[in-house]
């Protein structure tokens, strides 16, 4: 089994557009430090996303941070969702962290780790057959994702190619 720790934003956003479950078909098991569930049940998360985080579905383990890991002086700019995303999937020897903030994926791939996020999710589980890329990308419109137009663009492209 691949070792996964989750930032706040891809969760979220899955669960915005109605994607959540793509997780569990991809990756089996999400590791998630204690601020990021925090962070996803705040009163200022949307409603569907505070919801969704009350009942953690069985594939989702949240950890706490050893002690000591997120004091990392590299995380200090970053916030807490993030440092502890990071120093969680240090702590593991993870696989994958699925993180959108651009500060702390630069962050995760200094200390070694391989980072995706939201799109990535989203382009992997269509490469697999499992979503449409145009219509997953088009519910992430209609949300405050921010995003590079050009990189969905890319990849929609990608789509199109032929494969020889």
Do not use: C
């Not at 915005?16 to 601020?35: A, C, H, N, R, T």
């Amino acid at each position: 089994m691949r070792l996964i720790v989750a930032d706040t934003g891809p969760i979220n956003y899955l669960v915005l557009i109605g994607y959540i479950d793509l997780l569990p078909q991809l990756f089996e098991k999400i590791f998630m430090p204690v601020s990021v569930r925090d962070e996803l049940a705040h009163v200022e998360a949307p409603s569907a996303v505070q919801e969704w985080i009350k009942g953690p579905p069985a594939w989702l383990e949240i950890r706490p941070v050893p002690s000591g890991q997120a004091s990392d002086a590299s995380l200090l700019s970053l916030d807490e969702g993030e440092r502890e995303a990071i120093a969680l999937a240090v702590s593991l020897n993870a696989d994958l962290v699925l993180m959108d903030d651009r500060e702390g994926t630069t962050v995760a791939r200094q200390k070694g780790l391989a980072v995706t996020g939201t799109i990535g999710v989203l382009d992997l589980a269509s490469r697999r057959g499992m979503v449409d890329l145009g219509e997953a990308f088009g519910r992430l419109k209609r949300t405050n994702f921010r995003y590079p137009q050009e990189i969905m663009n890319a990849l929609l492209g990608q789509q199109r190619k032929p494969k020889l």
